[in-house]
Each structure stands twice: as C-alpha cells, then as structure tokens.
C-alpha cells in the first residue's frame, strides 16, 4: 500500500512510484540495454583507473590519489540509481518504499556533494604543481592529501544529511507518482502538502552553500593557473602545464554544467522531461564519460596502462612456456621409463625401501633407471 491514514482527514505516503522513461513504452527495452552497457562500462573504467594508480608505481603522486577517490566515488554514485532503473526497466514495477526513496536521496547527495570537494582538492592539487612547482612535494605531502580526502567525504555526507532531513521530515499528501528515474528533490517537493515556497529556498541556500564553495575555489584555483601559463616563455611548458590540468576542466565543466542547470534554474521552468535528460548527463554519462577522458588526455595514465599489458603479456606467455616445458618433460620421462625398465620392477623396489620421501624416491627412481 502507498497510502497510510493518520488521522481523519490527511494521508502520508508510504511509497512512491517512480514514472521513469514510462512516458516511452516502446522503448524501454532499447533504454535497459542502453544503460546496462553504460553501467558495465563505467564500473569497468572506473575499476580500471583504481587498478592502475594502485599498482604502478609511477602514479603513487596526489593528483592520482584523488583521482582514485573519484573513480571509486563514481562507481559508487552510479550504483545508487542505475541499477533501481533498470530493475524498473525490465519488470516494469517502479514502486519504491518511502524508506528506499529517502536512502537513494541521502546517498545520491553525499556522493554528489563529495564529488563537489574531490574536483575542488584536486584543482588545488593542479594549482600548487603548476603555480608553486618547488614547494609541490612539501605543501600536498601525503597528510594533507588523506585530509582534504577526509574532508571532501565528511562535506557530503554532512550536507546530504541537512537536505534529507529537511525534506523528508515534510508532510506527503500529494500523488506518489514521481515523474523521474530516480528520487530527486526537485520532483519530492511537488508532492509535499501545501506551500513549498520556503522548504525550496531553504534547500537551495544549503545546496547553494555547500556546492558554491568548491566551485569558487576551483574558479579561483584555475584563473591562477592560467595566468601562471600564459606567463611561460616555453611554448612547449606551456603545451604541457595545460595538459596536466586539461582533463580535469573537461569533467568539471561536464559535471558543474549539468548539476548548476538543474538545481539552481527558477522554479517556474520547471520540466520534468528536461530534468530526467540533465539528471542523466550528472549520473550516467559524465561518470562513464570520466575515467575515458582521463585516461585519453594523459600520457601517464595511458603509459600505467600499457606497461600493465605488457606485464600481464609477459606473465602470461611465462605461464604457458612453463606449462610446455613440464608437458614435454612428463611425456619424454613416460616414455623412457616405458621403453627401458617394466613399471612393477622399479616401484617394487622403492616402495620396499624406506625412503619415502620425495626426494629420496626420486634417487631410487634414478638408481633404478640407470640400472
């Protein structure tokens, strides 16, 4: 049941049903297959990135630390909501619980707003390479990486708690009906019992608050940077300054872009379709779209990677050599201890000694054949 009675008069809702791409019935299975390969192919490039900046040595700096921070956040942030909509997708029930509605808030917003202070940390991490070069290793040595970590998860999960709250503790008497994939705010306090007017300012002054910050620090950390760059005499420093910091622009504008558009545009354009289309870009394409950009804008990572095939090439054909050499070995010993001594004579005679170690039946063995 979606409806509960509390009283004579009013209802609370229990659960919500979220609409989805329901709008399009004959493309639903065209959307589960679309976002399932999406799905597979973020947690395969995300997961990829981990592996690299753990494993080679080369990428054991800050910039990867937070990188790796990040493709871990947005497996995560992307399992938040991807898979409810392809469960929705396939079995067509897109009923959620109040409980479960309230759960994929708080997370969608940690993981969002830590998002928010991992670019910010690592556009500062970019500025102090780029700006202040010889005091890189002394200003982000590895206690303040593993702070400003710290930091950018405990700033989304403190903001995250203050917009669930405030949302969630309102009263639900409305159509539980959700038109989006997922449990967004903007589409929550449609449903809220009366004027919502100070519930919406109040959730955009924290949401303006807690995301501002991190973008003015990463404006301000970028205006440096390029100042610093147009100032090099080297055309070549130049090329390679902006190259470092390039690929985190791109995802910075990408997620920024998107998440500015949809939670800080006036209430009254509000659109159902459009925001379903914005959430998508911030939810499912940019964390696909991340670990591509990066690993196709740098030549660190794409080096980490091709040293890692080489290895595991090497690794491999290793393996099987020594497959071939024990083959070979097996079969050439089969065949001489068949063609010279009769199998019952020299097992006899070991098995009645007493050595029965390895070892020790081996020299047996020995003795026996050369006899």
């Not at 981990?50 to 995560?76: G, K, Q, W």
């Not at 940390?121 to 200003?139: G, Q, T």
């Not at 007493?354 to 006899?371: E, I, M, Y």
């Amino acid at each position: 049941l979606n409806w509960k009675t509390v009283g004579r008069n009013s209802t609370t809702i229990t659960g919500f049903i979220l609409l989805g791409f329901s709008d399009i019935p004959s493309l639903q299975h065209l959307f589960f297959s679309v976002f399932l390969v999406t799905y597979i192919v973020t947690l395969a490039g995300n997961l990829l990135i981990i592996v690299l900046t753990l494993a080679d040595p080369a990428l054991h700096t800050p910039m990867y630390f937070f990188l790796r921070n990040l493709s871990f956040l947005e497996m995560c942030y992307t399992s938040v909501n991807v898979p409810k909509m392809l469960g929705n997708l396939l079995s067509g029930d897109k009923a959620i619980s109040f409980t479960g509605c309230a759960m994929q808030t708080y997370f969608s917003f940690f993981l969002g707003g830590s998002e928010c202070f991992f670019m910010a940390s690592m556009a500062y991490d970019r500025y102090v390479a780029i700006c202040k070069p010889l005091h890189y290793p002394v200003v982000m040595n590895r206690k303040v990486s593993i702070g400003l970590a710290v930091g950018s998860w405990l700033s989304g999960l403190l903001m995250s708690f203050g917009l669930t709250s405030m949302v969630f503790t309102l009263p639900f008497c409305r159509s539980h009906e959700i038109n989006h994939f997922f449990c967004d705010i903007p589409p929550l306090l449609k449903k809220v019992c009366g004027d919502t007017s100070r519930n919406e300012m109040a959730v955009f002054m924290v949401a303006m608050s807690f995301d501002t910050f991190p973008f003015m620090l990463i404006l301000m950390s970028y205006v440096c940077i390029i100042s610093t760059i147009l100032r090099m005499p080297s055309r070549e420093g130049r090329r390679k300054s902006f190259s470092t910091c390039s690929s985190h622009l791109i995802v910075v504008t990408l997620f920024y872009g998107s998440a500015c558009i949809m939670y800080l545009k006036p209430n009254s354009s509000y659109s159902p379709n459009t925001d379903k289309f914005l959430s998508l870009s911030y939810t499912v394409i940019t964390p696909m779209l991340n670990p591509i950009i990066y690993s196709l804008r740098n030549k660190e990572v794409k080096g980490a990677f091709w040293r890692m095939v080489r290895r595991m090439i090497i690794t491999f054909a290793e393996i099987c050599y020594m497959a071939y050499v024990a083959l070979n070995i097996s079969q050439l010993c089969h065949i001489y201890i068949h063609k010279h001594i009769p199998i019952k004579q020299y097992s006899v005679q070991c098995h009645r000694s007493n050595d029965v170690q390895w070892p020790n039946f081996k020299r047996c063995l020995g003795a026996s054949v050369h006899r």
